[in-house]
């Protein structure tokens, strides 16, 4: 750690600190008092239809006008719907209306690749022409508005191309996450019934290739609706390629019109889903509509990162989460924003390498994830000193709560105290940030988000449904819309409104714990489900436990999370084994590739306890609080252990730990 003032970090258990925005930037910032922003919210609370009207007018351009701005219930029937009638289009926000300003030759995306020397530069007008050809290069392959195409890519430029080209002519996208595996490809595609798959030959990654077509190739080979494949050379390197069905990306784009006048889409018309873990195993498809996400990706951008004109802004998130969407893409893009777009990762090829990408385009807004920075903590201040990180001014975390060590770490190594620091609250499905300090008028405290955007009334209550007092952890639940809240499930209504409106009729039940203390703030607290927070990623404990109990050899599996050093939360798998199977390391090994086969990577187990038998109630229900216990080495707290049906099984358990 640096200097002295850190050096209590570790004890700050109960953190107390805060930390009031830097004068210099508060002096410069849009909204520099906490007046202002308590006037701002309350009126976006209280008269909704005219903050968001403004907002809508100050944002976004559109062809058509709304006649009603905010319409919903939350209640039997649940529904949300903004800016009723209006029309517009996400890409021409992103990029035509920047033509018309000087921001026509202003970069808007900065890719920097994984290789050191590998890098372009897009302006919004190479941007506009790259997007309308790859737009016409869909609709020759017969895309409508409507229709799905899967984009499954590492992090190159022709990602954020191919969704915006998809936006242009209202074509919806799903982005599937390149670290994931053909399998959990193949479910995504067969659930949006997508037609056409946007990929690339390779990805990299820590110096390696990632042989992504291959992935594509037995994902597709349960396609059979998946009539085009389009293949990004990310090197120069020859893949498979089926007659008939897969073409590159250069082919089609070379013979290309750069002009492609954008869809008139309804300001409710779908932009695109994006896969989550539920509780459950099967992945949601979240489902966004065009005006009310962009309004609210717009407006969050703009005020959370305190957006200027000649900031250099990175968020190191992948497209393929939310985060990638609303603040690679859409957010920055539609304000006008230099946006960089990173391929590599922190550690490679040095542990630098974040720092050195921060100094190489002074960038001036860092937007990462608590997992990176505790990864980085652990390479040594030496690797940040290193570098001239003077440009930041504004720095971000999103992902999963951020511990206070963390936190002191990035304000003082990396912001250097000069740079307020937002921890951003929100989720997939909520479109857009949720839970942020405004970094000019907010004073932090380590470890909390704060309090909310506007348009946002969270209430943290009790299981009986009444708000929680001062300091005592509940349920987060938000009482009303705002305009980026997802409007559905793809394919499965029922399953929205059970997910997030029948526990607690009334209110969006977000799945976090949480607790507000004294000043209002609120301490985001981890999940209240069977999800868990992987490096930021989100699982469900019950996706890996069916990926694990399709092996031959397991009988049964539980997986828990567990606390974990550098991810957050680790994976913890409980398994039995078929009678006749007999245990051995190999097998171990064998279990693990196997869930990274049926999920991907990130699902690996940490652990995976081999035990004779699962703790279960009479009625036959696992125990998982218990297993949560023995996994985070809390074994002398087991709580109450009389519903179980054989107690033996839990001192068969503690002898097996790992
Ligand atoms: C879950 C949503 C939203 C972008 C990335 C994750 C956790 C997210 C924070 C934060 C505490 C956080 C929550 C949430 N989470 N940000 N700043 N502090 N927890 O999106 O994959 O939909 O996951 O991530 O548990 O419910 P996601």
Same mark, same amino acid.
């Given at each position: 750690?640096?200097?002295?003032?850190?050096?209590?970090?570790?004890?700050?258990?109960?953190?107390?600190?805060?930390?009031?925005?830097?004068?210099?930037?508060?002096?410069?910032?849009?909204?520099?008092?906490?007046?202002?922003?308590?006037?701002?919210?309350?009126?976006?609370?209280?008269?909704?239809?005219?903050?968001?009207?403004?907002?809508?007018?100050?944002?976004?351009?559109?062809?058509?006008?709304?006649?009603?701005?905010?319409?919903?219930?939350?209640?039997?029937?649940?529904?949300?719907?903004?800016?009723?009638?209006?029309?517009?289009?996400?890409?021409?926000?992103?990029?035509?209306?920047?033509?018309?300003?000087?921001?026509?030759?202003?970069?808007?995306?900065?890719?920097?690749?994984?290789?050191?020397?590998?890098?372009?530069?897009?302006?919004?007008?190479?941007?506009?022409?790259?997007?309308?050809?790859?737009?016409?290069?869909?609709?020759?392959?017969?895309?409508?508005?409507?229709?799905?195409?899967?984009?499954?890519?590492?992090?190159?430029?022709?990602?954020?191309?191919?969704?915006?080209?998809?936006?242009?002519?209202?074509?919806?996208?799903?982005?599937?996450?390149?670290?994931?595996?053909?399998?959990?490809?193949?479910?995504?595609?067969?659930?949006?019934?997508?037609?056409?798959?946007?990929?690339?030959?390779?990805?990299?990654?820590?110096?390696?290739?990632?042989?992504?077509?291959?992935?594509?190739?037995?994902?597709?080979?349960?396609?059979?609706?998946?009539?085009?494949?389009?293949?990004?050379?990310?090197?120069?390197?020859?893949?498979?390629?089926?007659?008939?069905?897969?073409?590159?990306?250069?082919?089609?784009?070379?013979?290309?019109?750069?002009?492609?006048?954008?869809?008139?889409?309804?300001?409710?018309?779908?932009?695109?889903?994006?896969?989550?873990?539920?509780?459950?195993?099967?992945?949601?498809?979240?489902?966004?509509?065009?005006?009310?996400?962009?309004?609210?990706?717009?407006?969050? /951008?703009?005020? @959370?990162?305190? #957006?200027?004109?000649? &900031?250099? =802004? $990175?968020?190191?998130?992948?497209?393929?989460? *939310?985060?990638?969407?609303?603040?690679?893409?859409?957010?920055?893009?539609?304000?006008?924003?230099?946006?960089?777009? /990173?391929?590599? @990762?922190?550690? #490679?090829?040095?542990? &630098?390498? =974040? $720092?050195?990408?921060?100094?190489?385009?002074? *960038?001036?807004?860092?937007?990462?994830?608590?997992?990176?920075?505790?990864?980085?903590?652990?390479?040594?201040?030496?690797?940040?000193?290193?570098?001239?990180?003077?440009?930041?001014?504004?720095?971000?975390?999103?992902?999963?709560?951020?511990?206070?060590?963390?936190?002191?770490?990035?304000?003082?190594?990396?912001?250097?105290?000069?740079?307020?620091?937002?921890?951003?609250?929100?989720?997939?499905?909520?479109?857009?940030?949720?839970?942020?300090?405004?970094?000019?008028?907010?004073?932090?405290?380590?470890?909390?988000?704060?309090?909310?955007?506007?348009?946002?009334?969270?209430?943290?209550?009790?299981?009986?449904?009444?708000?929680?007092?001062?300091?005592?952890?509940?349920?987060?639940?938000?009482?009303?819309?705002?305009?980026?809240?997802?409007?559905?499930?793809?394919?499965?209504?029922?399953?929205?409104?059970?997910?997030?409106?029948?526990?607690?009729?009334?209110?969006?039940?977000?799945?976090?714990?949480?607790?507000?203390?004294?000043?209002?703030?609120?301490?985001?607290?981890?999940?209240?489900?069977?999800?868990?927070?992987?490096?930021?990623?989100?699982?469900?404990?019950?996706?890996?436990?069916?990926?694990?109990?399709?092996?031959?050899?397991?009988?049964?599996?539980?997986?828990?999370?567990?606390?974990?050093?550098?991810?957050?939360?680790?994976?913890?798998?409980?398994?039995?084994?078929?009678?006749?199977?007999?245990?051995?390391?190999?097998?171990?090994?064998?279990?693990?590739?196997?869930?990274?086969?049926?999920?991907?990577?990130?699902?690996?187990?940490?652990?995976?306890?081999?035990?004779?038998?699962?703790?279960?109630?009479?009625?036959?229900?696992?125990?998982?609080?218990?297993?949560?216990?023995?996994?985070?080495?809390?074994?002398?707290?087991?709580?109450?252990?009389?519903?179980?049906?054989?107690?033996?099984?839990?001192?068969?358990?503690?002898?097996?730990?790992?």
């Amino acid at each position: 750690m640096v200097g002295k003032k850190s050096g209590s970090v570790d004890t700050l258990l109960i953190e107390k600190r805060i930390i009031s925005p830097p004068q210099s930037f508060r002096e410069n910032a849009r909204i520099n008092s906490r007046k202002q922003y308590e006037e701002m919210w309350r009126k976006s609370i209280e008269n909704p239809d005219e903050f968001w009207g403004e907002m809508a007018e100050e944002h976004i351009d559109w062809f058509k006008k709304w006649e009603a701005v905010e319409e919903y219930s939350f209640q039997d029937d649940v529904f949300v719907r903004y800016y009723r009638g209006a029309k517009l289009n996400a890409s021409y926000n992103c990029l035509d209306r920047h033509l018309r300003s000087w921001r026509r030759n202003k970069a808007a995306l900065i890719w920097q690749g994984e290789p050191l020397e590998e890098s372009r530069t897009f302006t919004y007008l190479q941007l506009y022409r790259e997007v309308c050809k790859f737009a016409n290069v869909l609709k020759g392959l017969g895309v409508k508005k409507g229709d799905r195409v899967s984009v499954y890519m590492p992090m190159i430029p022709e990602l954020a191309i191919a969704i915006l080209s998809c936006a242009r002519i209202g074509a919806i996208h799903s982005v599937v996450f390149g670290g994931f595996s053909a399998e959990a490809l193949r479910d995504r595609l067969l659930d949006s019934k997508a037609n056409v798959l946007v990929t690339a030959n390779y990805g990299m990654r820590a110096g390696k290739l990632i042989p992504s077509k291959t992935n594509v190739d037995l994902a597709l080979a349960g396609c059979p609706d998946v009539k085009n494949c389009i293949v990004v050379k990310r090197v120069e390197k020859d893949c498979n390629m089926v007659e008939g069905r897969d073409q590159y990306w250069d082919d089609l784009m070379s013979s290309a019109s750069p002009f492609c006048e954008a869809e008139v889409m309804d300001a409710e018309d779908p932009l695109f889903i994006l896969y989550t873990s539920g509780s459950t195993g099967k992945p949601k498809g979240v489902l966004h509509t065009t005006g009310g996400y962009m309004v609210y990706a717009a407006t969050t /951008f703009k005020y @959370v990162f305190d #957006y200027r004109d000649e &900031d250099v =802004y $990175w968020c190191t998130a992948d497209i393929g989460w *939310v985060t990638g969407h609303s603040y690679i893409v859409y957010g920055p893009l539609a304000a006008g924003a230099t946006s960089l777009m /990173f391929e590599g @990762v922190p550690h #490679y090829p040095e542990p &630098d390498r =974040y $720092w050195e990408v921060v100094e190489k385009y002074r *960038v001036s807004i860092l937007y990462t994830a608590p997992t990176a920075l505790r990864s980085m903590i652990k390479s040594g201040d030496h690797w940040p000193l290193g570098r001239d990180l003077s440009s930041l001014r504004l720095l971000g975390s999103v992902g999963e709560p951020i511990n206070p060590e963390a936190w002191m770490w990035y304000h003082y190594v990396i912001g250097r105290e000069k740079a307020p620091i937002v921890d951003t609250w929100w989720q997939t499905e909520t479109g857009g940030i949720l839970i942020t300090p405004l970094p000019g008028c907010i004073s932090t405290k380590p470890g909390s988000a704060t309090l909310p955007f506007f348009g946002v009334n969270p209430k943290v209550i009790r299981q009986d449904g009444s708000e929680a007092g001062v300091n005592e952890g509940g349920y987060l639940v938000i009482t009303k819309p705002w305009p980026g809240i997802m409007r559905g499930v793809y394919g499965d209504p029922e399953r929205f409104k059970n997910t997030y409106f029948v526990q607690y009729p009334g209110v969006y039940f977000t799945g976090d714990g949480a607790r507000r203390d004294e000043d209002g703030y609120i301490w985001l607290m981890g999940r209240v489900d069977d999800v868990i927070n992987v490096s930021g990623h989100r699982l469900s404990t019950a996706e890996v436990e069916s990926a694990l109990a399709a092996h031959p050899k397991v009988a049964e599996a539980a997986v828990v999370g567990y606390p974990h050093d550098i991810k957050g939360e680790g994976i913890y798998a409980y398994i039995t084994l078929k009678d006749s199977v007999e245990l051995t390391e190999e097998l171990r090994y064998e279990l693990t590739m196997h869930v990274r086969q049926e999920i991907g990577p990130i699902a690996s187990p940490d652990v995976i306890h081999f035990t004779s038998a699962m703790p279960k109630t009479r009625s036959g229900k696992i125990l998982r609080r218990i297993l949560r216990k023995i996994a985070s080495g809390d074994i002398d707290q087991l709580g109450d252990t009389t519903t179980l049906a054989d107690r033996a099984v839990i001192n068969d358990l503690l002898n097996t730990v790992n």
